[in-house]
């Protein structure tokens, strides 16, 4: 029987991957390229790392804190912003140098999980994206262990603004869209992980209004997969802040 559907043809075909050998790259010794006459650190992708302990990430934010007041986090959320949509084209480079592949011609899942596979190495925890609502203008991403919100403890209050701004600005530029991101869940307000939403901005006001109403990350979910949009908060408030 011959279909008639009608398959999507890509401008650059993929080539066939490697073997898992040669790009299971993460263990310590792989990943990582210790130049100790220099005290540098160097990367399986050629960027210069730095090592750092919990007292050095307490005093950094304590420290924006100190010099910004209340928009610490504003400020967290741009500079992530701004690393994101960078590492964005940096991913999309070596990705297709390593595998012969592009965003369009890979599976996503395989293309996400590859993307944060660095950022688990360095430390930065790992991830559970949820991109089943995409078509619906918003997904979730969930993260486990948090290298900001383990260093802070309990805060009663989301903490993670730097990597909102990390995924709002690589998502921005993987999926050609003006996107915004939100925490609506964190480890330092006493749950098990976080969890960020990523939407328009309309979509990240309307859930942050929610939020600063008394809403769990539960109800809000529920809400926005009901097609519910608030029209009431059209307020200034920025994606990423609190």
């Known amino acids: 029987m011959i279909s008639n559907i009608q398959r999507k043809v890509f401008p650059n075909a993929p080539v066939p991957i490697p073997s898992t050998r040669d790009v299971c790259h993460y263990s310590r010794a792989d990943f990582f390229e210790f130049d100790m006459e220099r005290g540098q650190i160097a990367d399986y992708h050629r960027q210069r790392n730095l090592l750092v302990g919990e007292d050095f990430i307490v005093s950094l934010l304590k420290g924006l804190e100190h010099e910004v007041g209340e928009a610490a986090g504003w400020l967290c959320y741009q500079i992530g912003y701004e690393w994101g949509k960078e590492d964005a084209v940096l991913f999309q480079s070596w990705f297709q140098e390593f595998y012969g592949l592009t965003l369009e011609t890979s599976n996503v899942a395989f293309a996400m999980e590859t993307w944060w596979w660095p950022y688990t190495a360095q430390g930065w925890g790992a991830w559970s994206p949820n991109l089943s609502n995409k078509d619906s203008g918003f997904f979730y991403v969930d993260l486990y262990d ?14 993670c603004h730097l990597y909102a701004g990390i995924l709002a600005g690589f998502f921005s530029v993987a999926f050609e869209q003006n996107l915004c991101s939100t925490e609506i869940q964190c480890y330092a307000m006493g749950n098990d992980f976080c969890r960020f939403l990523l939407g328009s901005e309309e979509r990240i006001q309307a859930a942050e209004f929610w939020i600063a109403s008394g809403a769990n990350a539960n109800e809000i979910a529920e809400r926005f997969e009901a097609g519910e949009m608030d029209l009431e908060p059209k307020t200034s408030i920025a994606a990423g802040t609190v």
Do not use: C
Request: aromatic fraction near 8%; glycine fraction near 14%; charged fraction near 15%.
């Open 146 to 159: 948090s290298a900001v919100a383990k260093s802070l403890g309990y805060m009663g209050k989301p903490v």
